[in-house]
């Protein structure tokens, strides 16, 4: 045992990759990641990949794409292109045969013959491609059993235990019959089992069931391990199905235990289990049964300890090498990259307690799409992940850059992994916490030390007294980001000495120029004044910031255009302003990247946001909502920005390492007016007091350009503007309905 342990010590924690590429079916439909992210027909993706410094890649050769109508009118093109170029690239595939699938149309979980006709698609792909040796023909067949055979979320829809016993039995006898094929051709071939890895806490009245689900993740294990019988903890629940016991101890005649134990895991894996329903909010309460499923991270005071403990049960379970095969979060940057280092950090120190924890993979690669709503619907709810799909190519994120640092075993060093993720934050509750000791019993010390050891940076930002200003403040101390908000008074961006004083005192890591001279009409005879704001101020910070090897965000408008195309404008685009406020914007541009070429540089334009009572929507819903008329003009368009949208965004280009001109907005181009008529219609309020009118009658100083719409082509990064407005009107439903309380205001 000593040996073994030191024999661990000796080798290195491997870093792997994921592609998302579940084909899952719902009734008729099929939905499949790899089209949604482009890898499908993308294959200088590969190419990507490997500079992450990964060697091994959990990579997909779907039996529903390559062989939908049987083996012998199979399309191998895909695969062919694409498994020898990584072996080119010094990366080793895991073959991953279904994901979250049930098969090709002709058949499906709960098929009878469903093993044998996976099993001879393996051994089509051991024949094809016999040098490869590591193989998962079946992605977590309990999770995928769990939704298609007792849930019925996924095809074949099932909602009984019997259906479910039935899909999870098809699914591992399928993996163990497959691996057989595959040994034939390739007996070094080796099996990476995966399933989520999740375990249960609960009420004492709820013990019963948080001990039955804690037993029944280990089925599939179980079952292909061999340890399935008369003297297993749920052999009463399996035969009570009416299967006939036969098909159980089957496993133990054929027992293929994995090579490696994939375990999989996710915020949502672990969870809390209590009868009070009352104290959770209504899509976490199963009211047919009378009791709360809900995260156990939103709800226990104290969190639980996170993987570690349960890699420990695995372990010693199994006895069996392990690897985390999916590690993920839908969350910010700075979040996604703590997860993953926390992950790492206690597979790290696992190891040192002689625990053979072989690898971590970060799963999606490419991100993710709609898995808000487990892949029932496409609303294009997209999760980055290393790259980001929303730029026409694929976009590396910091998540990218740690990924690198990981697999070559280099200090981590990003100012934003200090602080501790929102699962460890005392804003993380979606109901009163709980304090119990069922999180105290699975403690598990974490090694913060690295990520502590990291300086603590703030980001500084400037312009506290205005929208932009306040809303990064307010957002940076939702994401838990060290920051420093100025007011003109303490940081006076237009003077190099004021700036140095402030970057000497706090030694950003970066700031975010968010004040500026902002009244467009009196910037026409208050020229001096727009300039130094505008033009000198973001000047100095660039220069001072490139001095310091600070990074700088600063903002520019839409109004450096002329207005004089018919269709948004993109980054590229010449400028060409018409008033003085945007002549300030278009020359800061110039002068901060010529000073500090790493700067991100954001035009944005048309705010309106939850925070502040002066933006055109709220001013329109105002007035609209009291009955008075409010005019808005019909001629000018623009692309309006909901303010949260755009910091988040922003706070993750400057956390990337972006750098020169993005353009921001949520997308829409239309006028004022309009703009004003689909604020009133998400939010309920009668329109009829909304007068159209041409710009000439607001009587502006200033020319504005009768077309200034922004899109990007570098990457559309905000949602759509609808969907910005139901969210605004949510955020603002309740303030309204008390000031006016005989109108209706939705709050959908």
Same mark, same amino acid.
């Given at each position: 045992m000593e040996e073994e342990q030191q024999i661990i010590q000796r080798s290195k924690l491997e870093l792997w990759g994921g592609?998302? #590429?579940?084909?899952?079916?719902?009734? %008729?439909?099929?939905?499949?990641?790899?089209?949604?992210?482009?890898?499908?027909?993308?294959?200088?993706?590969?190419?990507?990949? /490997?500079?992450?410094?990964?060697?091994?890649?959990?990579?997909?050769?779907?039996?529903?794409?390559?062989?939908?109508?049987?083996?012998?009118?199979?399309d191998w093109s895909w695969p062919d292109e694409r498994l020898p170029r990584l072996r080119d690239l010094g990366i080793e595939p895991i073959a991953g045969l279904v994901h979250h699938g049930s098969g090709p149309p002709h058949t499906s979980l709960a098929d009878p013959a469903f093993a044998e006709k996976?099993?001879?698609?393996?051994?089509?792909?051991?024949?094809?491609?016999?040098?490869?040796?590591?193989?998962?023909?079946?992605?977590?067949?309990?999770?995928?059993?769990?939704?298609?055979?007792?849930?019925?979320?996924?095809?074949?829809?099932?909602?009984?235990?019997?259906?479910?016993?039935?899909?999870?039995?098809?699914? #591992?006898?399928a993996?163990?019959?497959?691996?057989? /094929?595959?040994?034939?051709?390739?007996?070094?071939?080796?099996?990476?089992?995966?399933?989520?890895?999740?375990?249960?806490?609960?009420?004492?009245?709820?013990?019963?069931?948080? %001990?039955?689900?804690?037993?029944?993740?280990?089925?599939?294990?179980? $079952? $292909?391990?061999?340890?399935?019988?008369?003297d297993h903890e749920l052999w009463n629940y399996l035969i009570g199905t009416g299967i006939d016991k036969s098909q159980f101890l089957w496993f133990r005649d054929n027992p293929c235990p994995p090579d490696i134990i994939g375990a999989n895991y996710y915020v949502t894996s672990e969870r809390w289990l209590d009868e009070r329903i009352e104290r959770y909010p209504d899509r976490f309460v199963d009211r047919e049964n009378g009791f709360a499923d809900i995260e156990a991270s939103r709800a226990l005071a104290t969190p639980t300890s996170g993987i570690g403990p349960l890699l420990q049960e695995v372990w010693d379970r199994y006895r069996l090498p392990i690897a985390i095969t999916e590690v993920h979060i839908d969350t910010t940057r700075e979040d996604q990259m703590r997860w993953l280092l926390e992950i790492w950090q206690a597979a790290s120190q696992l190891r040192q307690h002689g625990v053979d924890v072989r690898a971590v993979t970060v799963w999606s690669l490419l991100g993710s799409y709609d898995w808000n709503?487990?892949?029932?619907?496409?609303?294009?709810?997209?999760?980055?992940?290393?790259?980001?799909?929303?730029?026409?190519?694929?976009?590396?994120?910091?998540?990218?850059?740690?990924?690198?640092?990981?697999?070559?075993?280099?200090?981590?060093?990003?100012?934003?992994?200090?602080?501790?993720?929102?699962?460890?934050?005392?804003?993380?509750?979606f109901c009163p916490p709980v304090a119990t000791r069922a999180a105290a019993t699975s403690l598990f010390k974490l090694d913060r030390r690295s990520a502590e050891s990291i300086p603590n940076q703030p980001i500084l930002i400037?312009? /506290?007294?205005?929208?932009?200003?306040?809303?990064?403040?307010?957002?940076?101390?939702?994401?838990?980001? #060290?920051?420093?908000l100025f007011t003109r008074k303490e940081m006076d961006i237009a003077v190099a000495a004021s700036v140095e004083k402030a970057i000497e005192q706090y030694r950003p890591w970066a700031v975010i120029n968010a004040g500026g001279y902002v009244r467009v009409d009196d910037a026409e005879h208050e020229i001096d004044q727009c300039f130094r704001e505008n033009t000198i101020g973001p000047s100095v910070l660039a220069d001072v910031c490139s001095r310091h090897g600070a990074r700088l965000m600063t903002f520019s408008s839409d109004l450096v255009f002329d207005g004089g195309k018919q269709n948004p404008y993109h980054e590229s685009d010449s400028v060409a302003p018409l008033n003085n406020y945007g002549k300030s914007k278009a020359e800061a541009e110039k002068r901060v990247l010529d000073r500090h070429s790493d700067s991100i540089v954001i035009r944005t334009s048309s705010f309106f946001g939850p925070w502040d009572n002066h933006n055109f929507v709220t001013l329109a819903l105002r007035e609209l909502t009291r009955g008075r008329p409010f005019l808005a003009a019909r001629d000018l368009t623009v692309s309006?920005?909901?303010?949260?949208?755009?910091?988040?965004? #922003?706070?993750?280009?400057?956390?990337?390492?972006?750098?020169?001109?993005?353009?921001?907005?949520?997308?829409?181009?239309?006028?004022?007016?309009?703009?004003?008529?689909?604020?009133?219609?998400?939010?309920?309020?009668?329109?009829?007091?909304?007068?159209a009118c041409s710009s000439n009658e607001l009587?502006?100083?200033?020319?504005?350009?009768?077309?200034?719409?922004?899109?990007?082509?570098?990457?559309?990064?905000?949602?759509?503007?609808?969907?910005?407005?139901e969210r605004y009107i949510k955020s603002r439903a309740d303030s309204l309905k008390k000031e006016f309380p005989s109108q209706a205001v939705a709050s959908r």
């Open positions: 592609l998302e #590429c579940t084909h899952n079916r719902v009734g %008729d439909v099929y939905f499949c990641q790899m089209e949604r992210n482009g890898h499908a027909t993308r294959s200088d993706d590969l190419e990507r990949f /490997a500079t992450l410094g990964i060697r091994t890649i959990r990579y997909p050769v779907l039996w529903e794409r390559t062989a939908p109508n049987g083996i012998d009118r199979a996976l099993t001879e698609f393996a051994g089509a792909v051991a024949q094809r491609y016999p040098w490869i040796d590591y193989y998962t023909p079946v992605n977590e067949p309990l999770t995928t059993a769990r939704f298609s055979g007792l849930y019925g979320i996924w095809y074949p829809h099932g909602r009984d235990d019997k259906t479910f016993v039935t899909t999870l039995l098809n699914q #591992c006898r993996v163990a019959l497959s691996m057989k /094929a595959i040994r034939k051709v390739n007996p070094k071939a080796k099996l990476v089992q995966t399933d989520d890895l999740g375990k249960s806490y609960s009420t004492p009245k709820m013990s019963g069931r948080a %001990d039955f689900y804690n037993e029944r993740r280990w089925l599939a294990w179980d $079952l $292909l391990c061999g340890k399935v019988g008369p709503t487990l892949v029932t619907q496409s609303n294009g709810y997209y999760e980055p992940g290393p790259f980001d799909m929303r730029s026409p190519q694929p976009r590396p994120t910091a998540v990218a850059a740690l990924m690198k640092n990981l697999a070559h075993e280099q200090p981590v060093s990003h100012p934003v992994l200090h602080g501790q993720g929102w699962w460890r934050r005392q804003e993380r509750f400037t312009g /506290a007294n205005g929208t932009l200003g306040s809303a990064f403040a307010r957002i940076c101390e939702q994401r838990n980001l #060290c920051h420093h309006p920005t909901y303010v949260p949208d755009l910091v988040h965004a #922003c706070l993750d280009l400057l956390i990337d390492g972006e750098n020169g001109i993005w353009h921001l907005t949520n997308g829409r181009a239309l006028t004022w007016a309009e703009l004003a008529l689909a604020a009133t219609d998400v939010a309920g309020v009668d329109a009829s007091r909304l007068e009587n502006h100083t200033a020319m504005r350009p009768v077309y200034s719409a922004l899109s990007s082509e570098r990457a559309i990064l905000l949602p759509p503007l609808n969907s910005a407005l």
